[in-house]
């Protein structure tokens, strides 16, 4: 990981907790936050955006990239997320294959409560042998 990228890990982390104040989540009352680090240096972040019809409601992770999208970004260098739970909160399985295309392998993932950072992890770790856009693309 470069230098740059653990340098921001906890101006990401304290974007995701920022941000999980915000969250929608009247239904499951469980508030994410999440961040990412785009390729020049920029932070966006997003939280979860419940809905009265479950099924349309959609991640923290989801809102993060989509925010980092509408904003110009085009690759990920790192993601936070942040919740509140007994065991680390990492990303769904939809938000892995979201993150997918736009990060590599070796993205890191780093997963924190409230108050500290709970786990670290990389992306290829989270979602190995992925199916992603070299699959698709030239
Ligand atoms: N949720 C996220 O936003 N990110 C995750 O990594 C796990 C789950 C949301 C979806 C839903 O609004 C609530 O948490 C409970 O599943």
Known sequence: ?????????DGLIAAARAVRSHAHAPYSGFAVGAAVLDEQGRIHAGCNVENASYPQGWCAEAS?????????????QAMAVCAVADAPVTPCGGCRQKLREFAADDCPVWVADAVELRASHSLGNLLPHSFGPQHLLP
């Open 1 to 9: 990981m470069s230098k740059n990228v653990e340098a921001a890990r």
């Open 64 to 76: 993060a990239l989509a925010v980092m999208v509408a904003a110009g970004g085009k690759r990920v």
